[in-house]
């Protein structure tokens, strides 16, 4: 998808990318919605859905724009910080206590990511910003996106994501509007398709396991990257970007770990707690 997105902001703006890949992700689904009928996305917490969105539209234009920016596998590097700010974010608005092993973890994610930006060597890019902005967005949205998996249905968070989010980035996609040619028609049909097929899949996972533990396939994603990245684009990485990657890498790996046995440890305690309250009645 990521070479997609690159390749249909050649020739269209990066704004309307973002819009036509909401809008054909909806029309794409329709066969489905059909078929289920609407009983399947009935919204049970309206409120975070649309806060849903709000951070949802912040992550895919920063997201798809600095892909238009910088090479692929440095924002491929610095998207392994998501689960630094995961934790961070679990620890600020869902009061999860997190200990110094952890945070240990999180300043090694933090150094991973200096190396790959270079703050005072290399000059601080827009396009590196957008990827950080990206990623702390995207970490926001995999926190709610885990709360709505209580009480929603993965059809529901993905559909009602595209349908609060044609909205939102039509109105900027009007000021720079111009039809896509049949090529890049392509490429954004290419983009719905693929994007909804990962988004259904990761919504999916989420309801079935902890996040932290969907981390560790992640770091498959910097290599594939930059292979495309040199192939299509010949780009080629620094070192510093796989150095900062492998580093930002091993942090998520350390913390998903510690949040893995965190859980497991509890589930001891919860299952004797059922067990007491089902004794009292």
Same mark, same amino acid.
């Given at each position: 998808?990521?070479?997609?997105?690159?390749?249909?902001?050649?020739?269209?703006?990066?704004?309307?990318? !973002?819009?036509?890949?909401?809008?054909?992700?909806?029309?794409?689904?329709?066969?489905?919605? /059909?078929?289920?009928?609407?009983?399947?996305?009935?919204?049970?917490?309206?409120?975070?859905?649309?806060?849903?969105?709000?951070?949802?539209?912040?992550?895919?234009?920063?997201?798809?724009?600095?892909?238009?920016?910088?090479?692929?596998? #440095?924002?491929?590097?610095?998207?392994?910080?998501? @689960?630094?700010?995961? &934790?961070?974010?679990?620890?600020?608005?869902?009061?999860?206590?997190? $200990?110094?092993?952890?945070?240990?973890?999180?300043?090694?994610? !933090?150094?991973?990511?200096?190396?790959?930006? #270079?703050?005072? !060597?290399?000059?601080?890019?827009?396009?590196?910003?957008?990827?950080?902005?990206?990623?702390?967005?995207?970490?926001?949205?995999?926190?709610?996106?885990?709360?709505? &998996?209580?009480?929603?249905? @993965?059809?529901?968070?993905? /559909?009602?994501?595209?349908?609060?989010?044609? @909205?939102?980035?039509?109105?900027?996609?009007?000021? !720079?509007? #111009?039809?896509?040619?049949?090529?890049?028609?392509? *490429?954004?049909?290419?983009?719905?398709?693929?994007?909804?097929?990962?988004? *259904?899949?990761?919504?999916?996972?989420?309801?079935?396991?902890?996040?932290?533990?969907? #981390?560790?396939?992640?770091?498959?994603?910097?290599?594939?990257?930059?292979?495309?990245?040199?192939?299509?684009?010949?780009?080629?990485?620094?070192?510093? /970007?796989?150095?900062?990657?492998?580093?930002?890498?091993?942090? &998520?790996? *350390?913390?998903?770990?510690?949040?893995? $046995?965190?859980?497991?440890?509890?589930?001891?305690?919860?299952?004797?707690?059922?067990?007491?309250?089902?004794?009292?009645?």
């Amino acid at each position: 998808m990521v070479i997609f997105i690159r390749k249909a902001s050649e020739n269209l703006h990066i704004l309307e990318v !973002v819009f036509f890949r909401n809008l054909l992700a909806f029309i794409v689904m329709l066969p489905i919605l /059909t078929s289920t009928g609407l009983a399947a996305i009935k919204m049970n917490n309206t409120k975070l859905f649309f806060v849903r969105g709000f951070f949802g539209a912040i992550g895919m234009l920063a997201g798809f724009t600095c892909l238009t920016l910088i090479p692929l596998a #440095q924002a491929t590097a610095i998207s392994f910080s998501k @689960p630094i700010f995961i &934790t961070i974010g679990a620890t600020i608005f869902l009061g999860e206590i997190i $200990k110094a092993r952890r945070i240990a973890g999180i300043i090694l994610g !933090v150094i991973g990511m200096l190396i790959i930006v #270079q703050p005072g !060597v290399n000059s601080f890019s827009f396009g590196i910003m957008l990827a950080i902005i990206a990623a702390l967005a995207h970490s926001l949205n995999a926190l709610i996106v885990k709360k709505l &998996t209580i009480t929603d249905t @993965p059809q529901a968070i993905i /559909t009602w994501m595209v349908i609060i989010l044609i @909205p939102i980035t039509f109105i900027p996609a009007v000021a !720079v509007w #111009q039809w896509p040619s049949f090529e890049t028609w392509l *490429y954004l049909w290419g983009i719905a398709i693929l994007g909804t097929l990962a988004h *259904y899949s990761w919504t999916k996972s989420c309801s079935m396991v902890e996040i932290t533990s969907l #981390q560790a396939i992640e770091f498959i994603k910097l290599p594939i990257m930059a292979l495309l990245g040199w192939m299509i684009f010949s780009e080629i990485p620094g070192t510093w /970007t796989w150095v900062g990657g492998l580093i930002i890498f091993m942090s &998520t790996i *350390y913390i998903s770990h510690r949040e893995a $046995k965190a859980a497991n440890s509890l589930k001891p305690i919860t299952a004797l707690r059922k067990q007491n309250s089902k004794g009292d009645l």
